[in-house]
């Protein structure tokens, strides 16, 4: 979800205005010179070719320049093969065939999609197309702003890869997934494309340094319709020996289209839409409809007919009745047509279906009315009958999926774990009916995020607390108990730093939990904000990193069992109003017995955050989350994400941060707002997050270690004090280690690249 305030900036450095797409309704259709049609394609009206010919924004050119048949053309270079009034789409055939990629060096390059007016009716469809790379151990990134560089905001990334060990045997395409097929990911990747928009930028990497199979096959960028690609793979990827420039097929892509369509500004606020008067509306049909169409780029609305009418909504009088009495199969009595729709009886002296072939039967009249009168009383007591028993069937349905889902997520045994306390077992248990009725029966307006464990919905209680519900993706019958026990453990956890947990609710399929309501977002939106606009400043960094720590401490130390969270990120830090510090999504924690030891559990977390001896042998402990809070601090001090930040030495955040420590250049690497309100503290910081990253977990710091450094930055600005750390087990600055740790960290990069 994007925030308010980046969407904003995103858009004026589009340079887009609200009165640079404002467009002036047209007074009526088009006079009879005009042309309808070019090449074969049909052109409706608000469609139309020459001056005087078509609604502002939705002029097309016939290009009669090349031999052959006449081309329809939009924006450009873009061939239209059909419109569609009914859909609000144009389908275009993009006639370059691929993006086209300037290379800056090596397989590194950036190109551009699109040329459309940004502030015309046309977008690129959301739902019908799709971002397909080819090519070896290559990524490709889509920005949003139509170019290319370190300015653009990400709307998609995708990844192709090649084997670099075993023999290449060739693409594979055999998964399935939008249009009925999609590319595995060896030597071609396909995703979706979240944001329409006029055009594109495209940022292409390479993955392997050494280049290895980079001439098996063509690295090519293509914006396609869903499902023609997976036609086209087996010539494009298999045939790579004969591929050239000149062969590059033509490619299929789907715009949508939208009168008085407007950049939005303000989230949340359409700033155009289906006019109040209807005499400023497009749609002139008087069987026509207006319906809004928005988005995250734009908003406008298109013209429909209405259900029983076709034709074109945006002439008067275009939208004619259709006869359903002359389509077959609609009526085998006696049809009579009516405005939008049609009537269909039996012929006099004849009953039955007439919807059905020999549906109607001949009868007499007092037969007739005696077959009538009976099976009306006999249809009316069925119907109550009906009605009663399947209301009755519904009610102990549920009641017995209740209880069996009651079971099933071990209730009985939560209920043992809180007996001992009757407050907590009667604000643990809550009924699913109040869950319902506080998010209008989860409701899709009701959801406010979600991640990899499940959907967050907002809910006000019956006793007016706003809260947070967390509802799981899928419930695994192996890992019930653990999440049982975990309840009945995140239930008496009392922290100020920790969101509340207020209860769960046990009769779905799949557990719900109930958890206070942060009002004021993630760490994350508070620190990725469009610059030049400032983000958090240096006091509330260094606070809000001593409030994650003493959580941390307190769920490693302060409780029965040490509780691992597993998955600590600036997504998982909520902050309310006062900027106040809140660990969340306890999804992926565990409780870890202290005479445990061993691989106890699948390895979960978010890449660039995740402990990599944790990765490697499985082994889960309390200095897997000291590993996270260190990346987490070096996020704080540049600014940069650790899942997706490369250096120019494709070095990861890491790896980039602790060299530059050693090198003595940190302020490289520092976020240049934290340079100029921090003081010397920010490098005691720094060196503490190399310590908190090391390789091996038993050379890191505790949390309450952390937290007490931290704690002694916040109280005094002159001193800083490692408690109980021994400096020889925890080099964090010297020469010769702060090295060696640097080269650990480019070999761990190596080993992840590998694995994957």
């Not at 106890?600 to 590993?627: C, F, K, N």
Request: hydrophobic residues 35%; charged residues 20%.
């Amino acid at each position: 979800m994007i925030p308010a305030a980046a969407l904003t900036v995103l858009l004026l450095q589009l340079g887009l205005s609200t009165a640079a797409a404002q467009v002036t309704p047209s007074a009526g259709p088009p006079p009879p010179r005009c042309p309808t049609s070019c090449g074969g394609v049909t052109v409706p009206y608000p469609f139309g070719i020459g001056d005087g010919c078509h609604r502002p924004g939705f002029n097309l050119t016939c290009d009669q320049t090349r031999g052959g048949e006449p081309r329809l053309l939009v924006g450009g270079d873009l061939q239209v093969l059909e419109i569609s009034l009914a859909k609000s789409t144009v389908r275009v055939v993009d006639a370059a065939g691929q993006v086209k990629l300037t290379f800056s060096g090596g397989l590194d390059g950036t190109g551009t999609w699109g040329g459309l007016d940004a502030g015309g009716p046309y977008v690129l469809s959301e739902t019908r197309n799709q971002f397909v790379v080819t090519g070896c151990n290559v990524q490709a990134t889509l920005l949003g702003d139509g170019g290319s560089g370190s300015g653009g905001n990400v709307v998609s990334c995708c990844s192709s890869f090649c084997s670099i060990n075993d023999k290449w045997t060739g693409a594979v395409t055999s998964s399935t997934g939008y249009g009925g097929g999609a590319c595995s990911g060896i030597g071609c990747c396909d995703t979706p494309i979240p944001i329409g928009r006029p055009s594109y930028g495209v940022e292409i990497k390479s993955l392997d340094s050494s280049n290895e199979y980079a001439d098996r096959l063509p690295i090519a960028v293509r914006i396609a319709e869903r499902g023609w690609f997976d036609g086209a793979s087996v010539a494009l990827l298999n045939d790579s020996t004969g591929y050239s420039p000149t062969r590059r097929p033509a490619v299929p892509v789907v715009l949508d289209f939208a009168i008085d369509s407007m950049p939005v500004v303000v989230p949340g606020v359409a700033t155009s839409g289906c006019p109040v008067d209807t005499r400023r509306s497009a749609c002139r049909s008087s069987h026509a409809s207006c319906r809004n169409v928005s988005g995250i780029y734009r908003s406008g609305y298109v013209c429909r007919c209405l259900d029983g009418y076709q034709g074109n909504p945006y002439l008067s009088g275009g939208c004619q009745d259709i006869d359903e009495c002359k389509l077959p199969g609609m009526c085998f009595g006696q049809c009579t047509n009516t405005g939008g729709g049609h009537l269909c009886r039996c012929p006099h002296g004849a009953q039955g279906d007439p919807r059905i072939r020999n549906g109607c039967i001949k009868s007499s009249l007092g037969l007739s009315v005696g077959v009538g009168v009976a099976s009306g009383v006999g249809l009316l007591i069925m119907a109550f009958g009906v009605i009663l028993v399947t209301r009755k069937m519904k009610q102990r349905r549920t009641k017995m999926l209740k209880k069996r889902f009651f079971k099933q997520n071990r209730g009985h045994l939560l209920q043992q774990l809180v007996s001992q306390k009757a407050d907590i077992a009667e604000r643990m248990i809550i009924p699913l009916a109040e869950l319902q009725k506080a998010t209008n029966d989860f409701e899709k307006a009701r959801e406010i995020g979600g991640g990899g464990h499940g959907t967050v919905y907002k809910g006000i209680m019956s006793d007016l607390h706003v809260v947070a519900i967390k509802k799981s993706k899928v419930a695994i019958q192996r890992e019930i108990d653990e999440f049982i026990n975990e309840v009945a453990i995140l239930s008496q956890v009392n922290h100020r730093n920790v969101v509340k947990l207020f209860g769960c609710c046990l009769e779905t399929e799949v557990p719900l939990l109930v958890y206070e309501f942060i009002s004021n977002g993630t760490l994350y939106h508070h620190l990725h904000v469009q610059e030049p606009m400032p983000s958090l400043t240096w006091e509330d960094r260094l606070r809000i990193a001593t409030e994650t720590a003493r959580a941390l401490a307190y769920l490693h130390s302060a409780v029965l069992f040490p509780i691992v969270h597993r998955d600590i990120k600036s997504q998982n830090i909520l902050l309310d109003g006062s900027l106040i510090a809140k660990v969340s999504d306890f999804g992926a924690s565990r409780c870890i017995p202290v005479e445990q030891k061993g691989p106890t559990t699948a390895i979960q977390g978010t890449i660039g955050y995740l402990d990599p001896m944790y990765y490697y042998s499985g082994q889960l402990t309390e200095r897997s989350d000291v590993y996270s809070f260190g990346v987490l601090l070096m996020e704080l001090l540049t600014r940069k994400k650790p899942c997706s930040y490369r250096s120019s030495q494709e070095e990861t955040l890491v790896a980039y941060f602790t060299a530059s420590l050693a090198a003595g250049k940190l302020v490289r690497v520092l976020d240049p707002q934290v340079i100029k309100e921090s003081g010397k503290e920010v490098e005691e910081v720094a060196m503490l997050a190399v310590a908190c990253v090391r390789i091996e977990g038993d050379y890191r710091p505790t949390m309450r270690q952390v937290e007490m450094t931290l704690e002694s930055l916040g109280v005094s600005h002159d001193s800083f004090v490692m408690h109980d750390m021994d400096v020889v087990k925890y080099p964090v600055i010297k020469g010769t280690n702060l090295e060696e740790t640097s080269r650990q960290y480019s070999l761990e990069a190596e080993y992840l690249l590998s694995s994957r």
